[in-house]
């Protein structure tokens, strides 16, 4: 295949995802399946068909950002969201509380704290900021369809009240709760962050990062928020020693900004 040091820095110039940032082993097997996969027998010659073909790009980005997403992901989590986050951030911060979901992939994350939220607050004061490095997921979570698995752990009452069933497989979210998230494309490991946040939810991504780079981004996260402001993690994704970072554990897989 060649040099993988000197893939990673043609990558960076072209794409601006640093691959020493993610857990080499594992990203290296994903990229030299998707290399062989394309009948490309080196990544020089890789790296030339990524500078000219805009589908092969957009096609290795999404590949690199392991999407899975599903709605009301752990359930347990999402209840804790609701009978003690949420009333939490209100009392503290008032009724229009600011929200950033990180890597929020096709959307159903997002989409989901609005639902939540909207059990407190009406749709029009809600407005979530969602982010993603891969343009391709962003469309689809502005588009908004969903097959049936994506949606088996959702509450009957959302699905009931937000999603228009379009086929016996397929729903579409409605356009009251998309209205309510703004889309927008960022990379975690070198774009500015959001600030004064009260809720920042960032799950099930870090595992993919090497160490070093998950401890910049705790750190970011930290001066992302107000102070007394929630990060919330993913189920395999606490945070070892989190006053390192100025936080204390809230709760399981939550943390507040000391």
């Not at 503290?92 to 704290?113: H, M, Q, R």
Request: charged residues 30%.
């Amino acid at each position: 295949m060649g040099d993988y040091e000197v893939f990673k820095e043609k990558v960076f110039q072209l794409t601006k995802i640093d691959l020493s940032c993610y857990k080499e082993r594992q990203m290296k097997r994903r990229i030299d399946a998707l290399i062989t996969k394309a009948k490309i027998t080196s990544y020089e010659a890789y790296i030339q068909v990524l500078k000219t073909n805009k589908d092969m790009l957009e096609e290795f980005v999404a590949y690199l950002t392991i999407n899975v997403s599903e709605f009301y992901r752990n359930p347990e989590q999402w209840k804790l969201l609701e009978a003690d986050i949420f009333p939490y951030l209100l009392k503290k911060f008032g009724n229009t509380i600011k929200v950033w979901s990180a890597a929020c992939s096709t959307g159903d994350e997002p989409y989901t704290l609005v639902m939540v939220l909207s059990k407190f607050i009406p749709l029009n004061k809600i407005q979530i900021i969602a982010t993603d490095i891969d343009k391709q997921v962003l469309e689809k979570a502005q588009l908004g369809i969903y097959d049936e698995k994506s949606l088996k752990g959702l509450p009957e009452e959302f699905k009931d009240k937000y999603f228009t069933k379009i086929t016996d497989k397929k729903f579409q979210i409605k356009d009251e709760v998309k209205k309510c998230v703004k889309f927008s494309q960022h990379n975690l490991l070198k774009d500015k962050y959001p600030d004064r946040c009260d809720l920042i939810v960032c799950r099930n991504v870090m595992i993919y990062f090497t160490e070093e780079a998950k401890q910049v981004m705790y750190q970011k996260f930290n001066d992302a928020l107000k102070k007394d402001g929630i990060l919330f993690v993913g189920s395999t994704e606490q945070i070892i020693s989190p006053a390192t970072y100025s936080f204390s554990t809230y709760k399981s897989f939550f943390y507040k900004k000391e």
